[in-house]
């Protein structure tokens, strides 16, 4: 054991922590233990984050003792803790979910305070598993890891994944060839509060319940005053409504499509987590679905702020017990204007041009999706060549379909510094890419082609950021 290492350090902490989740009580959790594997192999640990949250000098014994076996850290929580939710899915009401195979480990704080939450995938049965084994493929994990690593080079607000290990054991799935491998997956989130951990206890009629959780909210997640219930539901709706506007943004200027948008899988915060069927888009369809059983593409591409938009209005009815219902209507009804206006800065963001106020930006924004819409180019391709303003030299580029976006740059030009912007071709994260790592990893045990794209990703990232302007 590395004898250096004391727990989260991030941020000064009192001695036995008196951490926020456990202010809410019992009525919010159910306290679980972790399955006992029968082997911990380490396959992804995320070590830039470790260093943020303070833990930078785990040594290899403990972070499998501590997210395999999911032994307590120090001064923290005692026992894993398995979240009391509801939820629609696929706009089906459905009272019997919860943390089926997962659970809250442990509370974090990064250097500046934010509180962040330890979640599992794949720890095991609960008490919401209902007929499932609460375990995850090895794919699933890995499939994650390289969703959120992607999303965050992108600058999409997304939890992240902290650590991957192998379990040994040998999993049944009705959907992918078994048996197959398994894994445990521990993600870092600001947060764990779902619309539908408001929805379970709407379903119940316990107004307080509600109250305390817009508490809990606004005080330990979104660092909100406290006023009265009315005021507080107001405050955290406003709040939900700027996040998950910008959300739906981020995934349409990121051609993501996460799968499955219930409203047990949208964050108050407004950040994007539990990967399951997802894809990324090769070209701008507002018809492309990830997932193979979304028949009606009620979660296809472009109909993924609807979607999010109509699980907001999920929690407005949860919040109408505590709040004044036409105060929280209104708020409802600002966010298309919210998601227009989020659209229109991520699109010139990932331009990677400097804003010049609505009259000039929604033009832009405008103009490369309509060029985006030709499908002339793919969307990794788009933004790589059209970056900074650049106008690319490439033949396709000059159809009449970009006239309006070539127009739109004109004296809106960046010399850009990093040498990703030099490569031949962009960094992607399409289908075809995610199964040949995996065919790899399934046939051969070669981790090498998975280890390659997380670097690249990050060197996507640094690119991105290094290159982003204000």
């Known amino acids: 054991m590395n004898s250096s290492y004391r727990g989260p350090m991030a941020a000064p902490q009192p001695a036995n922590p008196p951490w926020p989740i456990l202010e809410l009580g019992e009525n919010f959790y159910d306290a679980v233990k972790p399955a006992d594997f029968p082997s911990c192999t380490p396959r992804f640990l995320n070590r830039r984050w470790a260093d943020a949250v303070g833990l930078g000098d785990l040594g290899d014994q403990e972070w499998a ?168 539901a107001a405050r955290l709706f406003d709040r939900v409504c700027s996040a998950t506007a910008t959300l739906a943004a981020s995934y349409i200027a990121a051609g993501f499509v996460h799968g499955v948008l219930n409203s047990d899988n949208i964050n108050v915060t407004g950040e994007s987590f539990d990967y399951g069927p997802w894809r990324f888009a090769p070209e701008w369809d507002e018809e492309f679905t990830a997932a193979y059983f979304d028949e009606t593409g009620l979660y296809a591409f472009g109909r993924q702020p609807e979607a999010i938009h109509w699980d907001v209005a999920q929690l407005a009815g949860c919040l109408a017990m505590i709040g004044e219902a036409p105060v929280i209507s209104d708020l409802l009804a600002s966010w298309p204007g919210r998601f227009e206006q989020a659209l229109v800065e991520r699109i010139v963001a990932r331009l990677g041009v400097e804003r010049r106020g609505d009259a000039e930006d929604r033009p832009l924004a405008s103009a490369a999706i309509k060029a985006l819409r030709s499908r002339i180019v793919g969307i990794d391709r788009f933004f790589f060549d059209w970056r900074g303003g650049r106008t690319p030299a490439a033949e396709l580029c000059r159809a009449s379909e970009f006239d309006e976006l070539r127009a739109s740059l004109e004296g809106r030009q960046r010399v850009l510094t990093h040498p990703y912007w030099d490569d031949e071709h962009p960094c992607s994260m399409l289908i075809e890419e995610v199964e040949s790592i995996w065919s790899a990893i399934s046939d051969h045990d070669d981790w090498r082609l998975f280890e390659a794209k997380v670097e690249a990703v990050r060197r996507l990232g640094e690119a991105m950021t290094s290159d982003a302007v204000g």
């Open 65 to 232: 003792s501590h997210f395999c076996r999911f032994e307590p850290l120090p001064d923290n929580l005692t026992e894993p803790l398995a979240l009391r939710y509801h939820g629609h899915q696929f706009r089906v009401y459905n009272p019997d979910i919860g943390d089926g195979r997962g659970f809250l480990f442990a509370q974090v704080r990064d250097a500046n305070g934010r509180l962040l939450d330890f979640g599992t995938k794949g720890s095991g049965q609960t008490p919401y598993s209902r007929s499932g084994d609460g375990r995850l493929t090895l794919k699933g994990g890995v499939r994650e890891v390289l969703a959120t690593e992607m999303l965050e080079a992108l600058g999409v607000n997304t939890s992240k994944s902290f650590a991957l290990f192998e379990t040994g054991e040998a999993l049944w799935r009705g959907d992918e060839p078994s048996p197959t491998r398994s894994s445990v997956l521990t993600r870092l989130s600001h947060g764990h509060i779902r619309i539908g951990n408001f929805q379970r206890f709407a379903f119940f009629g316990e107004a307080e319940n509600i109250a305390a959780l817009t508490r809990y909210g606004l005080t330990h997640l979104l660092d909100e005053p406290l006023g009265d219930d009315a005021e507080n």
